[in-house]
């Protein structure tokens, strides 16, 4: 199958994008959830390295770059409608930009909500004192 078969299969949305969910490829465990355009799809196809597109920036995001933090992509799918991407990854290191381990760090509780994952990394170590991937 070719990129442009794989990239005729998605259904982007009106702005050219896709919501991309990530997931440990070898735990289950769901890491995050971003964005991807035609030219984060490619990119990622063709070097296993997962890049998103971020719309804060409005340019590509290579997961990792700044922080080192990085996804290898080890399986890419594709859902029923075509509007939704299921990244299996082998996530280094902390996936989210506060230094957890994933993006879902709390939780509602008896109609509260709880923190259930403590920080791993500094933040100010992956980006220094005001960066954010």
């Known amino acids: 199958m070719t990129t442009n078969s794989i990239l005729d299969a998605?259904?982007?949305?009106?702005?050219?994008?896709?919501?991309?969910?990530?997931q440990q490829h070898d735990t289950g465990e769901v890491l995050m959830?971003?964005?991807?355009?035609?030219?984060?799809v490619t990119e990622t196809l063709d070097t296993k390295k997962v890049c998103y597109w971020s719309r804060?920036?409005?340019?590509?995001?290579?997961?990792?770059?700044?922080?080192?933090q990085t996804q290898h992509l080890v399986e890419m799918r594709i859902d029923c409608d075509g509007d939704t991407l299921l990244l299996l990854v082998d996530q280094k290191g902390v996936a989210c930009h506060t230094g957890r381990r994933n993006c879902f760090f709390q939780s509602v509780r008896d109609g509260e909500l709880v923190t259930?994952?403590?920080?791993?990394?500094?933040?100010s170590a992956l980006y220094g004192s005001s960066a954010k991937e």
């Not at 998605?10 to 990530?22: E, K, M, R, Y």
């Not at 959830?33 to 984060?40: F, G, I, K, R, Y």
Request: proline fraction near 5%; charge should be negative.
């Open 56 to 68: 804060s920036r409005q340019s590509l995001w290579r997961k990792g770059e700044s922080s080192g």
């Open 116 to 123: 259930i994952a403590n920080v791993e990394v500094d933040p």
């Open 10 to 22: 998605i259904t982007f949305d009106s702005n050219g994008l896709v919501p991309a969910i990530a």
């Open 33 to 40: 959830v971003a964005w991807m355009n035609v030219d984060s």
